[in-house]
């Protein structure tokens, strides 16, 4: 794990090198160049997926790195003459906090993830949104830029890929995928929450009352888990290895939590980042910088193609900050956000991300199957208002101390601009969670609550900045909240102890298990095969549809001929037919190409034995690696 992650270190720097060029114009804070970090990367990322589109047969994602090259150079000369200036004296607490966090995530990724002798045993939800990840960024390291899509033969590709092309340049370099998306993400959640500690530093608070803020954000203090022991009658044990208690509200509202967002779902950590380096920039950053304050809408721009839901809840924020700035006059303002959202809207179109013949044919497939509402839009409506309380719990004191900054009348200044962005953060979270009660697909929002939950977390974290009273330059918290806060904050905490131990102990059917056999054969897949090869395997269902999902493109890192993770699914419905029927025995071999059959027992327990029967007499396919319980077929006449 040591190279991937000292790779993940070397590329989350270089890609952040034009941002901190820009930002090393004058002494800075530490934060400010987390900033300006990732708002480079953003840039580089979506001018690298731009030039591949022009690249005829499209571009090795490590020419990534020449983009960044080109983009430093262009930042260094936009700096004129002006000498580099080295970032302010660093908080021992901006470092600790964020590397507590880090080596908390690191601890409960490598407990959910458990190799054994007798093969893999991966938990939720790292064996869903981390399987999907794993199985974009092998597409992204084989196949390069612009993305192909992996789980449907190298196809296009209709998702938001932005944010897998940097553990994808990792992987590239060193070959280990789940060691270089696991390594970036550690990479990125410790950059992520020192960004969190510049906020709370920049809306006024003392270093220490930071670091007690940014930890209480990442815990997320809600009442789920105290929901869920009176659910089970106080059965400890059952809650915390049988319940995902994140879940206890969903009929209500769905809502994710900022403890979980540093484990699974690094793209949506990677879109808030980009948001809250904006909003921080917007406040530090002296309206002379005109490239840095460029560059931070760099993350808005892209928005659509790294967390398109979410990039939604996150451009809404923005307009509705870029509203209340007074700076500037108002019809400059209502053309700049008039020109943001059309590019943002352009960004998802050109990749092909949603627009015609893309992301609705991929909501065609059962992955997206959900039960319809029962309930009439008002009564979602008000049931999703009365859960706010259950979802956020502690942290709605936030809200008191937003209202007592505006009440202060705070100068105009890096405070005032900080105060307006938690009231935007708050805000626009907020209406959406709310909101999108009224639209009739239960999928899409949930899909929009999970992410859009995140930004009340962290504008009510931001808010207790002003909740602290300042008396001989020492800051304190008022008695009265902390008397009444002090039982909900206790009750609290019980969900993050609870949620870490579901998190590694969760009981079988929590869990995805990979057998030594099948592992054996997805290695020779990875390690022996042409990165171009087509593997035909049986399309099963990934864990959130009660399957194990598509291991030859998550482990193997080799394309499939048909999988139900194919985001162009309504073009896929023949070859998905052909492929169950042919791995139920019922079926002859698939009409195609491709270049490899992976057969498991634990796959197709029923049809196993049968199929390595009917492959041997047949001829035209010569068995290469094979275990009792796992085999992989190749094509006769194929090169190595």
Known sequence: MLMPLATAIAVFAFLSLPGWILAADRKRPIWSYAAAGFASQFLVVLLGALIALMVPGGMDVRWTMAVTLVLAVAAWLLRGSASLAWPERIEPWSIVVPALITIA???????????????LIVHAWFNADGFKHLGHVNGIANYGLPAQDIFAGGGPLAYYWFFHTIPAIGAKLHGDTPGALIASGLVQTFAFWLLVYGLLRTAGTSAGWTALFALLCWLSPSPAGFAALLARHGDIWAVATEMDITTMYARLLSGSLPFRLSLYTPHHQWMLAGLLSWGLIQAQTERDAKALHLLALAPLVSAGAVSTLFGLGCLCAYAIMRLLDDRIPLARRAGEIA??????????????????????????????????????????????????????????????????????????????????????????????????????????????????????????????????????????????????????????????????????????????????????????????????????????????????????????????????????????????????????????????????????????????????????????????????????????????
């Open 339 to 640: 020109a943001m959202g059309l590019l943002a809207l352009s960004v998802p179109l050109i990749f092909h991300i949603v627009g015609p013949g893309a992301g609705q044919s991929g909501l065609a497939s059962p992955i997206f199957e959900f039960p319809a509402y029962v309930l009439p839009a008002w009564q979602r409506l008000l049931l999703a208002a009365i859960a706010l309380p259950l979802l956020y719990g502690v942290s709605l004191i936030g809200l008191a101390g937003i209202g007592r900054g505006w009440k202060r009348q705070i100068a105009a200044g890096a405070q005032l601009q900080m105060l307006r962005f938690a009231t935007t953060l708050v805000a626009s979270g907020l209406v959406t969670l709310i909101g999108v009660s009224l639209i009739d697909n239960p999928r899409l929002v949930m899909e929009f609550q999970l992410r859009d939950a995140l930004l009340p977390y962290l504008g009510m974290t931001i808010g207790l900045a002003w909740l602290l009273d300042e008396t001989d330059g020492k800051q304190r918290f008022p008695r009265q909240w902390a008397t009444a806060a002090t039982p909900f904050l206790a009750l609290g905490l019980a969900t993050p102890v609870l949620d870490s131990i579901w998190l590694v102990h969760s009981t079988e059917s929590w869990q995805v298990r990979i057998p030594a056999d099948d592992l054996s054969v997805l290695s020779y897949l990875r390690n022996d095969t042409p990165t171009d090869a087509i593997v035909l395997q049986y399309p099963a269902l990934p864990f959130v549809k009660h399957g194990v999902d598509t291991w030859a493109a998550i482990l193997g890192n080799r394309s499939v001929y048909a999988s139900p993770r194919a985001t162009h699914f309504q073009s896929e419905t023949q070859r998905m037919e052909q492929a169950t029927r042919y791995f139920s025995g019922k079926g002859p071999l698939p009409r195609g190409q491709y270049d490899y059959i992976y057969l498991s027992r634990t796959l197709e327990p029923q049809s196993y034995d049968l199929l390595n029967r009917r492959l041997t007499a047949a001829g035209g396919w010569r068995a290469v690696r094979c275990g009792r319980n796992a085999c992989l077929w190749k094509r006769e006449g194929l090169a190595a």
């Open 105 to 119: 995530a690191a601890a409960l990724t490598r407990g959910a993830i458990d190799q054994r002798p007798d093969g």
